[in-house]
């Protein structure tokens, strides 16, 4: 029997079990259509060997301290040159995952007199950044620029005096859907603001040489961009790009860098190798795009489903129960999906986030989708 002290959190437990938003952990097994691993890298020969060669030139497992102490490795500012270089930016500033960079963004660039106005789907590392910023913030409809814009209007003409923050993803992760970021970055410039955008999904998929969406728009001193490293770059952290100032200010003023031990060497050597990985075998993109698109005619014929246009293919269910049982029986004949449930999507719209990677192959892509036919049926009868 539970004693008094874990009463409560039994209690809080109890009440997700009810709602059908109850957790735990899965092991892994079936083929992969739930991991981000878009690229196929994580299992890649060149990232082993690059960590390999990394252990036998010495460099180490730990950093041993924050970046700011002796945590500084050459292989963090080797990563951090390159990814720059890369990417198109002025400067880059590693990360030990991407949910850290996002609380740094948003808690320690928006000053008290700014204003964040974000997409109400963005992801919730930027939501736990922007509850610890001293900026107020507005949410606005999904991809709506016009809200955005009026957001700011209503700012400015209730007495704001300092710059907006616009903040979304470039390729929003539960619904697979794309930002319209040309008309975002329109919109701050307009209004004299910035636009944070986090790449997380795009990074290594789209864009010239997998540099994201927003490469098109050619890095703006007042854009800032995000891309993870844990997705289609195979390894772990992620990289914060713009301008030398923004990466410097983020350096003497972020909390969560100031104060964390810095993320592994070895893996900011990995993470190099993967970035070369990325201009050497711009194949790997070409039969990602390939798959997602047989893949998205397969569903649509299977289910009737539109496909969202990207590699992430999102099948509402909306009861929550319902989408739990459907992802098990799914599990139990070899594919792995995930249900995904409140609080990450909105109340009523929990889902099946079908996520088409090189771990998979198209024959594998046509049964996940027949035996998922094949329970829907069942369910209609």
């Known amino acids: 029997m539970t004693g008094a002290k874990l009463a409560l959190y039994e209690r809080k437990l109890a009440g997700l079990d009810r709602k059908g938003r109850s957790r735990s952990?899965?092991?892994v097994s079936g083929a992969d259509f739930t991991s981000n691993d878009y690229l196929g890298l994580a299992h890649s020969k060149r990232l082993e060997d690059a960590l390999r060669e990394a252990i036998d030139r010495g460099v180490p497992v730990g950093a041993g301290g924050s970046r700011l102490l002796r945590g500084n490795h050459p292989e963090h500012e080797a990563l951090e040159r390159e990814a720059a270089a890369y990417f198109g930016a002025a400067r880059a500033l590693y990360f030990g995952s991407g949910y850290a960079a996002n609380v740094a963004l948003?808690?320690?660039?928006?000053?008290?007199?700014?204003?964040?106005?974000?997409?109400?789907?963005?992801?919730?590392?930027?939501?736990?950044?922007i509850s610890t910023s001293r900026a107020p913030s507005v949410a606005t409809?999904?991809?709506?620029?016009?809200?955005?814009?009026?957001?700011?209007?209503?700012?400015?003409?209730?007495?704001?005096?300092?710059?907006?923050?616009?903040?979304?993803?470039?390729?929003?992760?539960?619904?697979?859907?794309?930002?319209?970021?040309?008309?975002l970055m329109d919109v701050a410039a307009q209004h004299d603001g910035f636009l944070i955008i986090d790449e997380a999904h795009a990074t290594g998929v789209f864009g010239k040489g997998g540099r994201g969406l927003s490469e098109a728009l050619?890095?703006?001193?007042?854009?800032?961009?995000?891309?993870?490293c844990g997705k289609a770059l195979g390894a772990s952290?992620?990289?914060?790009?713009?301008?030398?100032?923004?990466?410097?200010?983020?350096?003497?003023?972020a909390r969560n860098f100031?104060?964390?031990?810095?993320?592994?060497?070895?893996?900011?050597?990995?993470?190099?190798?993967?970035?070369?990985?990325?201009?050497?075998?711009?194949?790997?993109?070409?039969?990602?795009?390939?798959?997602?698109?047989?893949?998205?005619?397969?569903?649509?014929a299977a289910t009737?489903?539109?496909?969202?246009?990207?590699?992430?293919?999102?099948?509402?269910i909306g009861d929550n129960r319902r989408a739990v049982l459907i992802a098990e029986r799914l599990r139990s004949e070899g594919f792995d999906v995930r249900p995904i449930r409140p609080p990450t999507v909105p109340e009523g719209t929990a889902r099946l986030r079908i996520s088409i990677t090189l771990n998979v192959?198209?024959?594998?892509?046509?049964?996940?989708?027949?035996?998922?036919?094949?329970?829907?049926?069942?369910?209609r009868q």
């Open 25 to 27: 952990l899965v092991p």
């Open 106 to 129: 948003f808690s320690t660039l928006p000053q008290r007199d700014d204003i964040i106005v974000y997409d109400a789907l963005i992801h919730a590392s930027a939501h736990e950044g």
């Open 141 to 183: 409809t999904h991809n709506d620029v016009d809200a955005v814009a009026d957001a700011i209007g209503r700012w400015r003409r209730a007495g704001g005096t300092g710059r907006p923050w616009i903040a979304v993803e470039s390729l929003y992760s539960m619904d697979g859907d794309c930002a319209p970021l040309r008309q």
């Open 218 to 228: 050619g890095h703006p001193e007042n854009c800032i961009s995000l891309h993870t």
């Open 237 to 253: 952290g992620a990289v914060v790009l713009g301008p030398a100032i923004i990466c410097d200010f983020l350096i003497n003023r």
């Open 258 to 300: 100031i104060y964390s031990t810095a993320p592994s060497p070895l893996m900011a050597a990995t993470l190099r190798e993967a970035l070369r990985i990325l201009a050497d075998e711009p194949e790997r993109r070409d039969r990602l795009a390939g798959l997602v698109s047989f893949a998205s005619r397969t569903m649509e």
């Open 304 to 316: 009737g489903v539109q496909a969202s246009g990207s590699q992430i293919l999102p099948i509402v």
């Open 361 to 379: 192959d198209e024959a594998t892509v046509s049964r996940l989708f027949e035996s998922l036919a094949d329970t829907l049926r069942e369910e």
